[in-house]
Each structure stands twice: as C-alpha cells, then as structure tokens.
C-alpha cells in the first residue's frame, strides 16, 4: 500500500498559513508518511518559501486528476483566487477563499479521492465578513458530512482530550453537560483510542464544578448528569471513571495514569493542553465520516510574515492524520 494522499488547506493567506505549510513541508517529517497536495494560493506558497528555502517549489495544479503530473509540492487552484497577501491584515476575500478551499478539500474527502484532510488555520471574523455563519472549520466540515453530533478531540504533549462541547458561551456549556451527551462523548473517545491501536484505553471524565461538587455541594451535574453517563458506558465495557476533579485530573493523565480525559467544555481542556504543548497541539474532529486534523493555534496576524511562525502542530496534525488512514486503511472502521 502506497502512503495516503492527503489535502492541506492553506488557511487564510494573511495568516501564518502559507508560512507554515512551506516550513512544514521543508522538513522530512509529512513527505515520510504522506503525498500532500495543498488547496490554496500557489503565489502565497512562493512567496513564504523565502522562510524555507529547502522546502520543493509549488506545483500549479488545476484537474484533479493531474496531481500526480505536478512538480514538487501540488497546489490545487480551486477556481477561488485569493487577494495578494498582505500578512496581518484581515480580510473578507481572504476568508472567503479560505471557506471555499475547505469545501473543495470536503468534498474530495466525501469521495474518498483523498485519505485524508489536514486544515490550517482561519480567521472567525474573517469568514463572518465573507458572509458566511461558520463558527469555525468544525462546524463546516460537520454540515457537510451531516455530522450534527461531532466533538472536537486534543492531542497534545502526550494529552488526549475530547470535548463535550467546542464553541459556545459558558452559559451554554454548562446547560449542555448532559448525561446523553457526555455517553457519546466517552463512546467517542474509546473508539479514538481503539482506532490509534493502544493497548490500553483508560479514559477519566472531568468533573464540571470544583472538587467533583464533593457530594452535591457545589453543584448537582456530577450526580445527575455525569455519574450515570459513566456508568453507562462502564456497563458497556468501556473503561472509563469519574467525575475527578479537573484541578488534577489532566496532571494525572500527563503522568500516565489516563489515556484520554473527557472534558466538559472547550477551555477546560484547552488550557492544561497548551499551557505543556502549544507548539504541539493537533485538534481532530471525531464522529464524521472523513479524516479531519488540524493545527491547534490561529492565523496568527502579529506574527505572519516575519518568518517567526513555527510549524510543530502542522506536522504533528499531518502525522496524525496519515496514522488515523493507516488505520483506517487496515480496516478499522468508517467513521473516525
């Protein structure tokens, strides 16, 4: 079997998106476990080479179909041209670009052209101005597989996290800890951790309030909500345990207690994640039908263009994503 084909999005292109993919692509790491083709600007990708000289120049490619005819890195023309960089600057046609690479890279996904989608990074406001309602890639990528019940999972440092919730408001975070929600969420963890091959697959669920609501004190989720969707899924051979207090619990797991920690709302994971790797940090988006990683960081306006941009979590997400095909190609199942 011959490495996956795998579709990077470039992002937006007056963020560090151009300058990460050329950095990434300079080093031995992703061409060792892929054949990457990248749906983006080939000028923005020229001109942050200057950051990367080792990196293979870009290949224009406009059919499908003669990617394998490209010289060195394919970049697909999507028919959306992109706005002439201007690094830091946000921009409504750079949003509208970067939305419309996504779709391009879904849609191969959908048709199994491509093994697998790597994302990077977007700006929220960016695409509002663009005129579209995404909340983020997530949301996107969820509509268009007909994924409604999505989560967002964290690998960083050794971390593996999955989120019960991604973007919302803390109000509604808290009224979404619900027993049903948190079952699929543990359900969906496990089945990360059985996909990665891990011979264990010890999963700790985070409490939502302090010290685990110490028996009701601070609060009633523990008891009503997340205690009976553990022992759900404990019933169900799942080796899962909790509520354990989040003060801990990520500690615990980074020193090899737990493989996976499910956690309640989207910074409660995100900050133990990225405050020991955030240069690290790979997002992947479980319960839909395709492959989907991306970086763990933003656009990154103060930075782009200076050459400053690191590309460690774009690595570390196409890394990932050839291992989820891999997996996937042994016949692990259809849904990641």
């Known amino acids: 079997m011959g490495l996956p084909l795998i579709a990077i999005t470039m992002g937006d292109v007056n963020g560090i998106g151009p300058e990460i993919l050329a950095k990434a692509l300079a080093r031995p790491e992703p061409w060792m476990v892929c054949r990457p083709v990248i749906v983006g600007d080939w000028r923005a990708f020229e001109a942050a080479r200057a950051f990367a000289p080792e990196c293979p120049p870009g290949g224009l490619v406009r059919d499908f179909s003669a990617l394998a005819e490209a010289d060195g890195v394919p970049i697909f023309d999507a028919g959306k041209p992109a706005p002439v960089r201007t690094p830091g600057v946000l921009s409504a046609d750079a949003g509208r670009c970067a939305v419309e690479w996504v779709k391009t890279a879904v849609r191969w996904a959908i048709e199994q052209r491509v093994a697998a989608l790597v994302t990077c990074p977007i700006n929220k406001e960016g695409i509002h101005r663009a005129g579209y309602a995404y909340a983020g890639h997530t949301e996107l990528i969820a509509e268009m597989t007909g994924s409604p019940d999505y989560r967002m999972c964290l690998f960083a440092g050794g971390m593996r996290l999955v989120h019960i919730t991604s973007h919302m408001s803390m109000l509604d975070a808290i009224a979404a800890v619900r027993k049903d929600r948190i079952a699929k969420s543990i359900r969906t963890g496990h089945e990360a951790l059985v996909r990665l091959g891990l011979p264990r697959k010890k ?14 004190a601070f609060g009633a989720e523990e008891e ?48 133990p994640a990225k405050l020991v ?60």
Request: hydrophobic share 45%; proline share 4%.
């Open 203 to 216: 999963i700790a669920v985070a409490a939502l309030n302090p010290h685990a609501a110490e028996g009701g």
């Open 224 to 271: 009503m909500e997340i205690v009976p969707a553990i022992e759900t899924c404990r019933s169900e051979g799942i080796d899962c345990s909790g509520p354990h207090p989040a003060d801990t619990v990520f500690r615990r797991m980074r020193a090899g207690e737990f493989d996976l920690v499910v956690a309640m709302y989207h910074d409660q994971g995100h900050i």
């Open 277 to 336: 790797a955030m240069d690290e940090g790979v997002n992947v988006t479980l319960g839909i039908p395709i492959i989907r990683t991306s970086v763990d960081h933003g656009t990154a306006y103060d930075i782009a263009g200076t050459g400053d941009a690191r590309a460690d979590s774009l690595v570390a997400a196409i890394e990932l994503a050839a291992r989820f095909a891999a997996a996937k190609g042994r016949g692990a199942g259809q849904e990641v």
